[in-house]
Structures are given as structure tokens and as C-alpha cells.
């Protein structure tokens, strides 16, 4: 169970299933920069952990030699402030599994919101706005909290129907919305446990 005084937020960023660009079905690769960016924006907001999400057991096998290597291995000497961002992270194969590990945790199934650029605005509700998250995650006794992002082009629809709610999309100044999802990361986080008094 975490500290009382942080939010009960964790983290998976979802390989499988995602999207393609022909909103296709896949399993997308591991991508270095996501494990080291997000894990550290996980750990300056005070994120629980940051679970990868892949079925592809060379793709585990690559995050947990790039994870080792920066928590055991010459990285951990090198530079102790990734240690401590790389060290956050969990593999899974599913989010089923993810689910059940936080409840392990916890004592409690975390509720799931799911996160993208295209959430369907008819989907009232379960759509969640960024005040009324960020007030759910101050209420300790909201229990534990799981944030879905998606790889590649995006969740997968089952992903996102089967989630408890939806977190409306970042909006930016035009017509284009294709952030990488290490940098929606950051400012989803931002928004939902970034400080007052800024």
C-alpha cells in the first residue's frame, strides 16, 4: 500500500492492444525514451509505479535489461536520479494482470481511466475532466487509481470501453493533437498532481 500522504495513481502504458494507423489491432514495440521519460515524470509527481504493458516476451526482455542496467547495473553509479525514476517501473503482460497486482497492493481493484486524443465526446458517462480527477485523486478514500495510455496510434476500442472512465483529451491551439505519449504523459500528470501554488 502506498504512503498516506502521496495519490494512489499508477501508471501503464499499454503496448498491446493499441492501434495502428489503419486503426488495426497490434502490439507495438518498446521504445527506450518512453521507459526513461515517463518513469521520471512518474517519479516527480509522485506516481505509485509505471507499468509496461507488452505480451511479446523480447520486448519484456529488452525493459527489463534497459531497467536492470540503470538500477543494478553501471547506470545505478552513473546517475542515481534514474535510478530512482527507472526503478517505478513493473512489466505485465496484460492489463488484467496489472489490475490484479495493484489489488494485491492495495486491497482494492484500481479504477481505470483511459486516456487518448480521439475520446469520443458523446461518451458523457464516463468521460472525466482534469479538475474533477485531480479532486478524486486528493480523496484518500477514492482507493487506488490506474491510468491507461496507449502506444502507436491509441488504446484499442475494447480498451477504452472497458475502462470505468475516459479522461477528455489535450487540447492544443489548431487542428493538429498527435502528441507523443511521453509528452501527454507529462502533462496529464502535470495537471493532475502538479502543485497549487504554481
Known sequence: MNDSSTPSLYLALIHHPVLNKHLETIASAVTNLDLHDISRAARTFGAQALYIVTPLQDQQDLCRRIVDHWTNGWGATFNSDRKDALGLIRIQASLKAVKKEIEGREGTTPKTVATGARIDAAVKTKRLCFPDLRRHLRDRDSGPWLLLFGTAWGL??????????LLE???GNGNYNHLSVRSAAAIILDRLLGRDDK
Open 169 to 171: 483529451p489535450i487540447a
Open 156 to 165: 484499442s476500442p475494447p480498451v477504452m470501453a472497458a475502462a470505468d472512465h
